[in-house]
Nanobody, 120 residues
Framework: QVQLLESGPGLVKPSQTLSLTCTVS??????????YNWIRQPPGKGLEWMGY???????GYSPSLKSHITISRDTSKNQFSLQLSSVTPEDTAVYYC????????????WGQGTQVTVSS
């Protein structure tokens, strides 16, 4: 059974780069038709899709984050990463990684989420 687990620092200072890693167990980043995503939820607000990296290595990002976000992967470690530059306190949120299967209408596998606070 595939599992996703987020990891990284829980506190980031304003203007720095937020960096998180998602480790995939029981599945492969290169398996056809799977897409791996970052999603976040600020306190008191709804879920916000941030971007994805697909099984062939292609990426897509939310237009609102395009100038700040980079998603990459290390297939040898079965991990993919999020980098969000120039963060502000508005980037404080619970960050999730999640898998999407092509042809579905929902994210069928989620990590547990990790809290990241942006504060000086």
């Amino acid at each position: 059974q595939v599992q996703l687990l987020e990891s990284g620092p829980g506190l980031v200072k304003p203007s720095q780069t937020l960096s998180l890693t998602c480790t995939v167990s029981g599945g492969s980043l290169t398996t056809t038709n799977y897409y791996y995503n970052w999603i976040r939820q600020p306190p008191g607000k709804g879920l916000e899709w941030m971007g994805y990296i697909g099984y062939e290595g292609g990426t897509g990002y939310s237009p609102s984050l395009k100038s700040h976000i980079t998603i990459s992967r290390d297939t040898s470690k079965n991990q993919f990463s999020l980098q969000l530059s120039s963060v502000t306190p508005e980037d404080t949120a619970v960050y999730y990684c999640a898998r999407y299967s092509g042809g579905q209408t929902y994210f069928e596998v989620w990590g547990q989420g990790t809290q990241v606070t942006v504060s000086s």
